[in-house]
């Protein structure tokens, strides 16, 4: 786990891009996330990790305003992107997703063809002016999502007739094809194989170069290899945020030495 | 029937499970696999005892129905009478207009005394006026037509395919028979062994009824001349009506309703009511139309819109409850996903949810309108059943306004009439009615599998 290339990995301090002051969430009467206060950096990928229920998932979907469609929840505090408050009444969230992408745990992609998957975003945001922009987008998209290659002779085959991992792949393309700032993602390797599973995290550590990404995951390992930083959930708290490599090495909460050595979770 | 019973010994059970092989069944499995075995059994008898009711209903419907669906008709040539016709003579549209039915019967009898004396046929009448009981009262009539369209023909004899009389079709068909006309005023044995004898001799003629399919209602006396033509068309600008009020209303009621309605009391309230509205029994319906549709809102009597508006109200909640399951079975991945990339709900709705939901709202809307088309009880209130003597709408603002009825209220008006030949063209409209019915079932089927294939 400890793996050496954390300690190669230089992090330098970046600009802040989304920044979490006193957050809290209500589903209901439930208090998911306490009081969580995080800073996460540009160009950076920032790993969420923590026993299952939590909130990790919970506060990755507030980042880009998800938990607004669900009816019980109520979120409070203030999350800022580039000093914007996200939940400001003037903010749509339309226009916030825009710019904040998500990729979700379950490959979802549209029962259409490849292409349109790739498109459709574009198309609701008029990125394309013509075809042949678009088309641009596409490629250009499906290149960043590793999947061009696979893919390029049959655009117009249904996006649900790829494999699990293709699929992903197919939804990170979709999500970056709307040139989001920030991407999202949802423990996106649980349903894929350990060679999936490393084209994934491949993508991930090039998406770096442009986006700050954000990736909730289960598995520790995941976590220790994609990320730069990385914050701890534990009961709807954040127990740590720090340097991956301090977390792993020398965590300086028990608790979370308790999680990574596997005697909670 | 199951074996979830825990096991009585309690500490001793897993003591059983040691040793045993695995090619003897152990008494556990045994009864576990007996009981299968019944279940399966039961089922097998329940799909029989459902298919046998099909058949039974399907073969009951095709041997009564059939008979409607063929009609006797008599070739004659008439000899149109300048004499009787147009006495003056001056082949004037009003003068030939004043003689009435009543003037065209003779010519008619007269003339099948002639064909009959000509071919030989045995058991003639004294008076011309008995062979009119062979021929339909619209005999006549259609003779009178015939030459107000063109007065030119009078004097010429032309040839006339006239309706036999109901009697005379039913002994053809075998629903009349020497017995059972014994105490018949209107027809009597000698007319029979008339019918028979025009028959050899290629007179008289079964042949396919198509005025059964294209005709309109008529009177209690002449069933020979009745068809479903008219409710035909009733009931086709009803479900106009229908499917352009019902299927916009419901689905955006249902899009509302699943996608943007706030949760909350009075959205539970209003889905209980929907699914109260689905279960309230059609006459109340009915009742309701006869209150706010005519006698508040004066719309007209009988007229095909209050009737496609009064199944609009029935239909709606089926159209609802169906549309929101096929919502509610698209998977919350979708939204989520167009969500994720920025698009707005009503973008996620129209662009994802509802092309996936498609084929359960269509199916939904055809099985609604199925029912609608098959309901007979509403009607019966806003006057629409009975004998409405209506001919062929004029025009589209015709066919929705004037007094019409519908297939199963011209069905439900045959089956009360008191000829039997009334009861056979009921059998045969129910057996139209049933085409229809299948017709919409199977497309509302191949819609489902084309829009599925899609993806």
């Known amino acids: 786990m400890n793996d050496m290339r954390i300690l190669e990995r230089s992090v330098g301090t970046k600009e802040i891009k989304i920044s979490a002051r006193g957050c809290q969430v209500y589903y209901g009467d439930t208090h998911a996330i ?36 669900i009816d019980i929840a109520r979120v409070e505090g203030t999350i800022t992107l580039d000093g914007e408050d996200i939940y400001d009444p003037k903010v749509d969230p339309v226009q916030l997703r825009a710019k904040v992408g998500m990729v979700f745990q379950k490959p979802n992609p549209f029962p259409k063809s490849i292409y349109d998957n790739i498109a459709y975003g574009p198309r609701i945001h008029g990125l394309a002016r013509t075809k042949a922009d678009l088309d641009e987008i596409v490629e250009k998209s499906l290149r ?17 007739g790829l494999s699990g991992g293709q699929q992903q792949r197919l939804c990170i393309a979709r999500a970056v094809a709307t040139e989001p700032e920030v991407l999202l993602m949802d423990e996106p390797c649980s349903a894929l194989d350990p060679i999936a599973t490393a084209q994934v995290e491949e993508l991930i550590d090039e998406l770096r170069e442009q986006y700050s990404v954000v990736i909730v995951t289960h598995s520790m390992q995941q976590a220790a290899r994609v990320s730069q930083k990385t914050a701890f959930f534990h009961l709807g708290n954040l127990v740590e945020f720090g340097e991956t490599g301090q977390i792993f090495t020398n965590p300086s909460d028990p608790r979370t030495e308790s999680y990574i050595t596997g005697r909670i979770g | 029937m199951t074996d979830l019973s825990a096991n009585p010994a309690g500490g001793g059970a897993p003591a059983a499970k040691t040793g045993g092989s695995l090619y003897a069944s152990d008494a556990r499995t045994r009864r576990r696999n007996a009981a299968e075995k019944r279940f399966r059994i039961y089922g097998m ?58 003037g065209y019967s003779p010519l008619i009898d007269n ?15 004294e008076k011309p006026k008995e062979y009119r009981a062979l021929l339909s009262a619209s005999a006549a009539a259609q003779v009178r037509d015939y030459v107000l369209a063109d007065p030119r023909v009078i004097g010429e004899t032309v040839e006339f395919r006239l309706l036999a009389s109901s009697r005379v079709d039913g002994y053809l ?11 018949d005023k209107n027809i009597s044995a000698a007319h029979l062994d008339l019918a028979d004898g025009m028959l050899a001799a290629g007179l008289m003629k079964k042949t396919f009824n198509w005025a059964f399919i294209t005709g309109a209602d008529a009177s209690e006396s002449r069933p020979e001349q009745a068809g479903m033509g008219v409710s035909m068309l009733g009931s086709l600008f009803m479900m106009l009506v229908v499917l352009g009020l019902s299927l916009p209303i419901g689905v955006a009621a249902s899009i509302y309703l699943e996608e943007f309605a706030p949760k909350n009391r009075f959205t539970d309230l209003i889905e209980v009511n929907i699914s109260n509205l689905a279960a309230v029994p059609s006459i109340v319906f009915g009742i309701l139309g006869l209150a ?116 199963p209220a011209q069905i439900y008006e045959w089956a009360k009439r008191a000829d039997p030949a009334y009861y056979e063209r009921a059998w045969g409209g129910i057996i139209i009615l049933l085409l229809f019915l299948m017709t919409m079932n199977i497309i509302a089927i191949i819609l489902r599998r084309r829009f599925e294939r899609r993806w």
């Open chain 1, 34 to 69: 306490k009081d969580v206060d995080i800073d996460i950096e540009d160009k950076t990928v920032t790993a969420f990790i923590g026993p299952s229920g939590c909130g990790k998932s919970t506060f990755l979907r507030c980042l880009n305003r998800m938990n607004d469609t």
């Open chain 1, 144 to 160: 960043r999502g590793a999947l061009w290659d696979e893919v390029k002779d049959r655009l117009d085959a249904p996006g649900t």
């Open chain 2, 45 to 102: 008898i329940a799909v029989g005892i459902g298919l046998a009711f099909v058949v039974a209903l399907l073969g009951v419907i095709l041997v009564n129905g059939t008979r409607g669906f063929q009609q006797t008709y008599l070739t004659v040539p008439v000899y149109l009478d300048p004499a009787k016709l147009d006495k003056k003579g001056e082949r004037k549209l009003e003068d030939i207009k004043k003689v009435s039915t009543f």
């Open chain 2, 111 to 125: 003339a099948i005394q002639k064909i009959l004396a000509d071919r030989g046929i045995d058991g003639t009448f």
């Open chain 2, 173 to 183: 068909k075998g629903r009349v028979t020497r017995e059972s006309i014994a105490r």
């Open chain 2, 292 to 407: 706010v549709f005519i006698q508040f809102a004066h719309l007209p009597q009988s007229a095909p819109l209050v009737g496609g508006l009064v199944l609009t109200l029935m239909t709606l909640p089926t159209i609802i409850i169906s549309t929101r399951a096929a919502l509610k079975a698209v998977p919350p991945s979708i939204r989520d996903a167009a969500l994720g990339v920025g698009a707005s709900k009503m973008q996620s709705v129209f662009h994802h949810v509802l092309p996936l939901a498609m084929p359960g709202i269509l199916t939904g809307t055809i099985i609604g309108l199925a029912q609608a088309l098959g309901e007979t009880a509403p009607l019966l209130l806003i006057g629409m059943v009975g004998y409405i003597a209506s001919n062929y709408p004029d025009g589209i603002a015709s066919g929705f306004l004037d007094p019409n009825s519908a297939m």
